[in-house]
Structure formats: C-alpha cells, structure tokens
C-alpha cells in the first residue's frame, strides 16, 4: 500500500465548476499536508497547507482534512483552463519521519472551456 | 524574492560518468531538501540539510549518491558513476524551518538522463 495515495486521472471539469481533488493516506502519524501544483516540465508550486481537521479556504481554493478518515482533499470553485495542472499531494509526518514530504503520484485536472 | 534555482537544467550523460547537480535555495533557509522523480513514480524524498549539516539522508539511494553544502549555502549532489536507473527529475528545495506549519519551496529540478 502506498503511503499518500491519489487518482492519476485525468479528471475533466466544465470551466466555471468546482473540481475536487482527494488524497488519502495511511500513516496515522501523518500531521500536515500540502496541495501543490505542478505545470508540465515546471516545478511544484505550493497552493496551500492544512494541518488541523476541517476546512481552510484560501480564495478559490479551499483543503479539507479529515484525520479520523485519514483523508484530505482540495476544492477549487471557478474552475479556470489555467487551473489544468497536475495536482500533488504530500504529507509531513515529524515524530519518526523528519521533515520531509512524502507525495502521491498527483491528479492530473482538465478544465475544459 | 529569487526562489529556488538548480543547475543544469537539463543533463545527459553516459552510464558511468559522473555529473554533478547544483541547487541555490532561496536566501535566508537554513533547510534544504533534495527529492528526485523517476519517470511514472512519485517525487521521493532524498535527504535533507540544516545548514550544513545532514539532518536526515534516509532517502539517499546508495553510496554513488553523495551531496553536500558546504558553509550552509548552496548544496550540490554528486552521482558517480551514474547508472541508467539514476534518470529522472531531481528537485531541490528549501524552507525557512521546520516544524508542521513550515512549507518547502520547490526548485524547477533538473532532468538527468543517463544513456
């Protein structure tokens, strides 16, 4: 079993809808997670960080985090042909794991005019 | 603000020579992450400097692997003698801490193929 597991996709949303990305994984140490995106051929770029349960919203996009379902997931409302990206999910587990990330294979988004 | 930068951008080389990669993080982090992706697979991580000091290098492959960052600035990694299964994407990156609500700010990589 992986340790962040994600759909590769694609997933294809209208432009203007909401596109949904979900991420799980299975170290129950896990304590942050982080949604980057990542155009092709260029670097990861950070889109925000969620560490306690709930939702944290950050304009059009918003992370959900749902520890006891060791669950995480990222909304993006207005979907934009600029929003086709890859999209990579990691998480940082401290005690025993350091700092590092460790990432999902990314869902690939298509927004499509 | 200059983010992170890596050079080459871009190498290729043959199946036992050496290359070296070189990462500037961004100015002011202390910490500084080396990651690779191989083609179909997932960025893993490699090891990781706080300042000049190796804080975790779990991830580092084998002893063909060797970086450093001498005085705490930029790092480099070394692969000698590279081998075909060394291709892939390597990404430098850098934060400011560390600690749960600390992001790391990723590098463009760079694209080693070994042939």
């Known amino acids: 079993q992986k340790e962040v597991e994600q759909n590769s996709g694609p997933l294809s949303v209208p432009e203007g809808a909401i596109a949904s990305l979900n991420c799980t994984y299975s170290d129950r140490g896990s304590q942050s997670f982080f949604w980057y995106r990542q155009y092709s051929g260029k670097s990861p770029e950070l889109i925000m960080f969620i560490y306690s349960n709930g939702d944290k919203e950050d304009g059009r996009f918003t992370a959900q985090l749902n520890k006891a379902s060791q669950y995480v997931s990222l909304l993006i409302r207005d979907s934009q042909p600029s929003d086709s990206a890859t999209y990579l999910c990691a998480v940082k587990k401290l005690t025993g794991g350091g700092n590092k990330l460790t990432f999902g294979t990314g869902t690939q988004l298509k927004v499509e005019l | 603000e200059a983010g992170v930068t890596q050079f080459p951008s871009h190498s290729v080389i043959e199946k036992g020579q050496t290359v070296t990669l070189r990462c500037d993080p961004i100015?002011?982090?202390?910490?500084l992450y080396w990651y690779r992706r191989v083609m179909g697979k997932e960025i893993k991580f490699l090891l990781h400097?706080?300042?000049?000091?190796?804080?975790?290098e779990s991830g580092m492959p084998n002893n063909r692997f060797l970086a450093e960052r001498t005085g705490g600035t930029y790092s480099t990694l070394k692969v000698q003698p590279a081998e075909l299964e060394d291709s892939g994407v390597y990404f430098c990156?850098?934060?400011?801490?560390?600690?749960?609500?600390?992001?790391?700010?990723f590098g463009p990589g760079t694209r080693l193929t070994v042939t």
């Open positions: 990156a850098s934060s400011q801490g560390q600690g749960i609500s600390y992001e790391q700010y």
């Open positions: 400097f706080v300042k000049e000091s190796k804080q975790d």
């Open positions: 100015s002011g982090h202390d910490n």
